[in-house]
């Protein structure tokens, strides 16, 4: 039987929505099964890139029939842009492919705000506004949701 109808990979790829240059996304979990009948011994080599980060430190890669094993993936990206990577999960030693697992990502600019098309309002405080502001004021600037406290 081949290696790939004995190693389950679940899921088989992963999507990380837009994440910030420079920050780190929520990990998300990659579970191996060996559906064989005897013992695996995997690995997961170097990523290509250093955008993706696989962190195998916790599995149990030496797999027995039967066993699970799961590992966190986190995006953290380098540059703007979509991203995409390949986890390769070899049998240990050699460049057999036993699984993989595909992953993107889309890395946005700190700075990338949607621009103020227009549709914006200007807010004015005191009495020449009509008197007071009483407690939360909720403004919507360009679709974005602002918070401001009571102005004095």
Do not use: Y
Request: proline share 6%; hydrophobic share 40%; aromatic share 4%.
């Amino acid at each position: 039987s081949s290696l790939s109808a004995m190693v389950a990979v679940n899921p088989d790829s992963l999507h990380f929505d837009n994440t910030m240059v420079g920050s780190m996304s929520s990990p998300q979990f990659v579970t191996l099964v060996n559906n064989g009948s005897g013992e695996l011994d995997l690995e997961i080599p170097a990523l290509q890139s250093q955008d993706f980060t696989v962190d195998t430190s916790q599995a149990n890669l030496q797999m027995m029939p039967g066993d699970s094993t799961r590992f966190p993936v986190i995006f953290a990206p380098q540059s703007t842009g979509s991203k995409s990577e390949t986890i390769n999960v070899n049998l240990k030693g050699t460049q057999m492919l036993a699984a993989t697992v595909s992953l993107d990502g889309q890395a946005i600019s700190k700075v990338d705000i949607p621009p103020d098309t227009g549709g914006g309002c200007a807010v004015g405080h005191g009495a020449a506004a009509g008197g007071t502001a009483p407690g939360l004021v909720l403004v919507l600037l360009g679709g974005l949701l602002l918070r401001r406290r009571r102005w004095s």
